[in-house]
DNA sequence: CCACCCTGCTTGCAATTGCAAACACGATGG
DNA sequence: CCATCGTGTTTGCAATTGCAAGCAGGGTGG
């Protein structure tokens, strides 16, 4: 037994952590566990506790759930779109913000989802579901106006890497 | 030395079996946990693992997440909006996905209401790392320009060490 | 060169989980 | 009356968690 499946969720933590850019120390700090300890765990040696769990999520600053279903501690029953449901319900947005972020984030999930494809086409594939009337590039913009005024700069190439 | 806190998940799990008219040894065989063991996690005895709690779980025929914050394992979600719950929960999102949503959204958030309560960042590398400091302006045009096409997942500036 | 600080990893060891076996106590009934 | 089945509980014990120390090695600079 010990180590046959527990790789992903080590895997996951390791990755979230790099992605935030901190040292394993750092993170078992935050997080309050042993940096031998996370390091174990982050290479599948060790099957942390929820306990542990709920911390290190803490630590990432991550959702728990997602690390619990990661680890397969939870069903993965919040499938498609939890995030959905979650935009349609906020009464905080306008509704041309929240068909925004509905049409971001479906974008998001096809651009995931479609991991085959190495077309270099173009074409937007903007399908959204929503009362489409006009084209909405520029409300992204107008929405990250308050936070990024630096602009012109783009390089992002393929370089697509899995 | 006692489980202070630990205690109400037990009492909880002891309710919804004896509301399932199920004795403890049935549920026990049910969840794939022993008899005695169960009964010790009922009464605050053991700290069950989250892995034993997602079977007694699965044998109590309840939701995993309903236990897990009985047993304080999630945060009481809070949310001052679902949204970015919804959004840190969803294992189909990249990170930088998860990032330009996140950062979207909130900027949506304060274009409506001025008043913000943010991310109190810590744990930043000091040394022998990048000084990069600011979010990732260019990620959101990079990411919504395409719109839908496969985002670079490099990082323009990683070793600023000459 | 060696000292220092950072990174992650390996090594024993105390504390804990989780279990098999056995215990207590009550019904049912031969 | 003693056997048998039912409930939940207590008792050791193997296996595991999780940690304090210590190890290996990359940079910087005195």
Redesign the pocket.
């Known amino acids: 037994?010990?180590?046959p499946k527990?790789g992903s969720i080590g895997e996951y933590i390791r990755e979230q952590?790099?992605q935030a850019k901190?040292?394993?120390?750092?993170?078992?700090a935050a997080a309050?566990?042993?940096?031998?300890?996370?390091?174990?765990?982050?290479?599948g040696?060790?099957?942390?506790?929820?306990?542990?769990?709920n911390q290190i999520a803490k630590g990432l600053r991550i959702s728990s759930q997602a690390l619990y279903v990661q680890a397969g501690l939870i069903e993965d029953r919040e499938p498609p779109s939890d995030v959905l449901t979650a935009i349609q319900a906020d009464t905080h947005l306008t509704e041309r913000q929240r068909q925004v972020l509905i049409d971001i984030y479906e974008s998001f999930r096809k651009e995931r989802h479609a991991e085959d494809e190495q077309t270099s086409q173009n074409a937007r594939p903007r399908r959204g579901s929503q009362t489409d009337d006009e084209p909405l590039p520029e409300e992204y913009l107008a929405a990250l106006e308050p936070y990024a005024a630096t602009s012109g700069n783009d390089v992002t190439q393929e370089t697509k890497e899995g």
Do not use: D
Request: glycine share 2%; aromatic share 2%.
């Open positions: 037994m010990a180590l527990v952590r790099q901190i040292s394993l120390r750092q993170l078992a309050g566990v042993s940096n031998p300890y996370l390091s174990q765990i982050e290479r040696l060790r099957k942390p506790s929820a306990e542990i769990l």
